[in-house]
């Protein structure tokens, strides 16, 4: 019981008690809502690491549950910034945001996003499942009850507004750009919440942080009516934890070799037996595609699409050359000069390349108020903040991009291909002896 409300409790591994008042708990039991029950946050991962077996049904009510967290932190913190209504007000909306942000996820999450129809991503189908479902119901009765209790419209919210808000359509409102940074920015709770739980779930401790640490440390910074999330000068550390969980956690599991290479033919099954190549544009024929009626295709195709055959038996490309996790211009040049040659000597339909690139954060050298990666540093001998890269060694120096290319070769040319690579390195490169 809590402000007499009742609130349903749902056990999470992570975060322990998840609290859901009872007009959530409506769009938590809707059909597109349990269909995330059904897609896997880290699509076939569970093939390497046996353990990811997890949902984006547990990782959206996680996001909604640190979102309040970090939320109740800044406010009690700065207790006059909002007033009492507009604090309920805007923690419902950025509930709701959280609950419902990764709606529109497509069979298998970003492994086959290239799927949906053309010009639209996943973020434009969750607008359409919080707009065109029940959903905009229970959103709306959220914001009506809302509206009634401090006898004012002003409190209302709506699907629009949820909308809006989320894909930064809010305009010049101050406060509605400030609640999206919880949700989108270098240090938002959707990043925190996927780093521990998918750490978790494969049983790694790359993405480990101290939660508590970080959270305690986020403070809000305001000048001139716009307001930051900003990290108190002592808890730089947490941040910088936080932010080297994400990099080990790229490197080491999001970019797996066979991770990548799975994704990669997952994507091309859709691409063979999808009609029109592609899922439905229509929301609600949309909603019918989950993981498991991907994996049914699969398997009903497994004897006619080489594709099928190669996930359900495992058998995979093998790796003949890869990059340093830094590739430059030089090491890319290689690569590419490799990989002609392999083509020209083993075939193209024998060979797949593959390039993983991602910035380790995005993170301003420079501090600069307007830039909205900027993270604030707030600092007891100033009135103005300071910027985390100047004020974090480690942050300022993790900058070059993760640009790992890898090229893999069929089976039966495994050991002609990677003689290939071994030479033709050698004859570009040359031997630490004759260096």
């Given at each position: 019981?809590?402000?007499?409300?009742?609130?349903?409790?749902?056990?999470d591994?992570?975060?322990?008690?998840?609290?859901v008042?009872?007009?959530?708990?409506?769009?938590?039991?809707?059909?597109?809502?349990?269909?995330?029950?059904?897609?896997?946050?880290?699509?076939?991962?569970?093939?390497?690491?046996?353990?990811?077996e997890?949902?984006?049904?547990?990782?959206?009510?996680?996001?909604?549950?640190?979102a309040?967290?970090?939320f109740?932190?800044?406010?009690?913190?700065?207790?006059?910034?909002?007033?009492?209504?507009?604090?309920?007000w805007?923690?419902q909306?950025?509930?709701?945001?959280?609950?419902?942000?990764?709606?529109?996820?497509?069979?298998?999450s970003?492994?086959?996003?290239?799927?949906?129809?053309?010009?639209?991503?996943?973020?434009?189908?969750?607008?359409?499942?919080?707009?065109?479902?029940?959903?905009?119901?229970?959103?709306?009765?959220?914001?009506?009850?809302?509206?009634?209790?401090?006898?004012?419209?002003?409190?209302?919210?709506?699907?629009?507004?949820?909308?809006?808000?989320?894909?930064?359509?809010?305009?010049?409102?101050?406060?509605?750009?400030?609640?999206?940074?919880?949700?989108?920015?270098?240090?938002?709770?959707?990043?925190?919440?996927?780093?521990?739980?998918?750490?978790?779930?494969?049983?790694?401790k790359?993405?480990?942080?101290?939660?508590?640490?970080?959270?305690?440390?986020?403070?809000?910074?305001?000048?001139?009516?716009?307001?930051?999330?900003?990290?108190?000068?002592?808890?730089?550390?947490?941040?910088?934890e936080?932010?080297?969980?994400?990099?080990?956690?790229?490197?080491?599991?999001?970019?797996?070799?066979?991770?990548?290479?799975?994704?990669?033919?997952?994507?091309?099954?859709?691409?063979?037996?999808?009609?029109?190549?592609?899922?439905?544009?229509?929301?609600?024929?949309?909603?019918?595609?989950?993981?498991?009626?991907?994996?049914?295709?699969?398997?009903?195709?497994?004897?006619s699409?080489?594709?099928?055959?190669?996930?359900?038996?495992?058998?995979?490309?093998?790796?003949?050359?890869?990059?340093?996790t830094?590739?430059?211009?030089?090491?890319?040049?290689?690569?590419?000069?490799?990989?002609s040659?392999?083509?020209?000597?083993?075939?193209?339909?024998?060979?797949?390349?593959?390039?993983?690139?991602?910035?380790?954060?995005?993170?301003?050298?420079?501090?600069?108020?307007?830039?909205?990666?900027?993270?604030?540093?707030?600092?007891?001998?100033?009135?103005?903040?300071?910027?985390?890269?100047?004020?974090?060694?480690?942050?300022?120096?993790?900058?070059?991009?993760?640009?790992?290319?890898?090229?893999?070769?069929?089976?039966?040319?495994?050991?002609?291909?990677?003689?290939?690579?071994?030479?033709?390195?050698?004859?570009?490169?040359?031997?630490?002896?004759?260096?």
């Amino acid at each position: 019981m809590k402000e007499g409300k009742q609130f349903e409790r749902f056990r999470d591994p992570i975060h322990g008690f998840i609290e859901v008042t009872p007009l959530e708990l409506k769009i938590i039991d809707s059909a597109p809502f349990q269909r995330l029950r059904g897609i896997h946050q880290l699509a076939l991962t569970h093939l390497i690491y046996h353990g990811a077996e997890h949902s984006r049904f547990g990782h959206s009510l996680g996001v909604m549950h640190l979102a309040s967290r970090v939320f109740d932190t800044v406010i009690a913190k700065n207790p006059k910034i909002f007033s009492d209504a507009q604090r309920e007000w805007y923690r419902q909306i950025l509930r709701l945001i959280a609950l419902t942000h990764d709606l529109g996820h497509p069979p298998f999450s970003h492994a086959s996003e290239s799927i949906l129809a053309i010009g639209l991503e996943h973020e434009d189908f969750t607008e359409k499942i919080i707009k065109e479902t029940e959903i905009a119901d229970y959103i709306n009765e959220i914001g009506q009850t809302l509206a009634a209790n401090y006898g004012s419209d002003d409190y209302a919210i709506s699907p629009e507004l949820i909308s809006d808000i989320y894909l930064g359509r809010s305009g010049d409102n101050p406060h509605f750009i400030f609640l999206r940074k919880f949700m989108d920015s270098e240090l938002d709770c959707d990043k925190m919440d996927y780093l521990l739980r998918d750490s978790y779930y494969c049983g790694v401790k790359y993405g480990s942080f101290d939660l508590e640490r970080l959270i305690g440390s986020i403070d809000i910074y305001e000048r001139e009516s716009q307001l930051w999330l900003a990290v108190d000068k002592g808890g730089i550390h947490a941040v910088e934890e936080f932010i080297l969980a994400r990099y080990f956690m790229f490197v080491q599991v999001y970019f797996h070799r066979a991770r990548r290479l799975y994704d990669k033919m997952l994507t091309w099954f859709l691409q063979e037996e999808l009609p029109d190549k592609r899922y439905p544009s229509d929301v609600h024929e949309y909603l019918k595609w989950d993981d498991a009626r991907v994996w049914g295709l699969i398997k009903e195709k497994e004897s006619s699409n080489e594709w099928a055959d190669r996930i359900i038996n495992r058998r995979l490309f093998s790796v003949v050359d890869e990059s340093s996790t830094h590739s430059g211009y030089e090491e890319s040049r290689i690569s590419n000069i490799i990989l002609s040659d392999l083509r020209r000597e083993i075939g193209r339909e024998s060979i797949i390349v593959d390039s993983a690139d991602k910035a380790p954060h995005k993170i301003p050298s420079r501090h600069d108020i307007d830039d909205e990666k900027a993270i604030p540093v707030i600092v007891p001998y100033s009135q103005y903040p300071v910027s985390l890269s100047d004020e974090s060694g480690i942050i300022n120096n993790i900058t070059k991009p993760i640009n790992i290319i890898r090229i893999y070769a069929k089976e039966e040319y495994f050991d002609k291909a990677k003689a290939i690579c071994e030479q033709r390195r050698k004859d570009m490169i040359g031997t630490s002896e004759e260096d």
